[in-house]
């Protein structure tokens, strides 16, 4: 009788420090087989890394200023106590990146409305910072702040934002986020810390994921696209990101003046696209370091949508209100591609996008639309609730804003969302 292949015996540590060691795998042969005995286990090579992107965010609050001309909301809005040039009381996000550490700290009191718009690639290794400045105007609230992607899948809820699962970054305190983000689509993002009054106060901005296909396929040449269609169908030539908001002007008031605010009386006073309402959504751009960006320095993204006729024009709309939405643009047929960041396709893989020229959002959700620049000129895209088209309940404003065509070849090819 032939005694059996007796096994070496291996240690918990060396066995882990062949598996794990210099960030490689192990393949190991069945346990007995002729092959573990006779040679080392194959390694395979590392992975390729992934692209990285890292972010600097500071949260802290600040001055804005609704359109000049509508009625007063005594003794709301204007608010007495703001500078010269504003008149709400705001949370906001800024951009830091490159900033010193005196530098991130002047940013105190200066927050801005809409939050940054952030774009990444899919698959990029991302890291956000959060500097937690404190409030200027209110230096006797020691509010937390977080930074959470909605709707977004993480991996663990440690970076989900949420201070509940997670941690909220104290005043005068960084904590640095982690995402990967492995699905193209529109996004938002916002403060979940008291989330009913920070994203009401202004915590609220937009971050999207181009994906993978953009670099081409076998199927599908390189360009701009929303998702990873595998037909090309979501290709555009440029894109503008709608952030739509309704600003309650009695509780940024209150917030400013050390009262209380009950929610239940919620009755919005301005309806903004990216933080504006209109006639300043078709302003420029803006810069908020600039002092020469005048009185729209802290409400730096513009709502104009410019494109040359016969250009597929991509329009990333979210809501992060607390009422329904209706946008619709007069002459103008707009191909719904995604909704919530998801490409719109069957379970048999055909394609369900939609035709319209009215666009249904509920508060906390995302649409990726399409449309073809028409002939040249000016058309409208605003909300369908006549409430939502004045600012202060009076006058035309809110939720309004233009799409201006020119004739083929008159703009140069875009370089970066909402330019």
């Known amino acids: 009788m032939t005694d059996p292949v007796r096994q070496p015996s291996i240690s918990r540590r060396a066995l882990l420090a062949g598996v794990t060691g210099l960030g490689t795998w192990a393949v190991l042969p069945e346990r007995g087989s002729d092959a573990q005995l006779r040679r080392p286990a194959a390694v395979l090579p590392r992975a390729v890394p992934n692209p990285t992107a890292s972010l600097h965010l500071a949260a802290t609050d600040g001055w804005v200023s609704m359109p000049q001309g509508a009625p007063p909301i005594s ?3 204007p608010d007495p106590l703001a500078p010269a040039g504003a008149d709400l009381y705001v949370f906001g996000f800024r951009d830091v990146t490159g900033l010193s550490a005196t530098e991130v700290t002047a940013q ?3 927050a801005q409305i809409s939050a940054p718009l952030l774009g990444f690639d899919q698959e990029t290794d991302i890291r956000i910072t959060l500097t937690n400045l404190g409030l200027s105007v209110r230096p006797d609230l020691t509010d937390g702040h977080t930074v959470h992607w909605h709707g977004f899948r993480n991996a663990i809820p440690l970076f989900d934002g949420v201070p ?6 104290p005043i005068g305190r960084d904590f640095t986020y982690f995402y990967r983000p492995h699905d193209a689509g529109t996004y938002m993002y916002h403060c979940h810390f008291e989330d009913v009054e920070h994203v009401q106060m202004g915590m609220t901005g937009i971050v999207y994921v181009r994906p993978a296909q953009n670099a081409g396929t076998a199927d599908v040449p390189p360009g701009k696209y929303v998702y990873n269609d595998g037909d090309g169908t979501t290709r555009y030539d440029r894109e503008f990101a709608l952030m739509l908001t309704e600003v309650w002007a009695e509780a940024h008031y209150r917030d400013a003046h050390i009262q209380t605010t009950d929610w239940t009386d919620y009755k919005p006073s301005f309806f903004a696209f990216n933080g504006r309402c209109h006639p300043d ?3 420029p751009n803006g810069d908020p370091m600039s002092a020469a960006a005048g009185r ?16 597929r024009v991509l329009l990333r709309l979210a809501n992060l209100g607390y009422q329904n939405h209706t946008v619709t643009a007069d002459g103008v047929d707009l191909l719904v591609v995604g909704k919530d960041a998801a490409l719109l396709r069957g379970r048999d893989g055909s394609a369900e996008y939609q035709v ?3 666009v249904q959002i509920g508060p ?5 639309v399409i449309f073809t620049a028409p002939d040249p ?6 909300d369908r609730d006549l409430m939502s088209l004045a600012n202060a309940g009076g006058g035309r404003g809110g939720q309004l804003t233009e799409i201006r065509v020119s004739p083929p070849g008159t703009l140069p090819a875009q370089t970066r969302a909402n330019a």
Request: proline share 4%; no cysteine.
């Open 75 to 77: 003794p709301f809005w």
């Open 364 to 368: 906390g959700e995302s649409r990726d």
């Open 377 to 382: 000129g000016t058309y409208l895209l605003y």
């Open 281 to 283: 959504t078709l302003a």
């Open 356 to 358: 319209t020229n009215t």
């Open 164 to 169: 509940e699962l997670s941690i909220s970054v």
């Open 108 to 110: 105190r009191g200066k």
């Open 296 to 311: 729209l320095r802290y409400q730096p993204i513009s709502s104009l949508i410019t494109a040359n006729a016969g250009e």
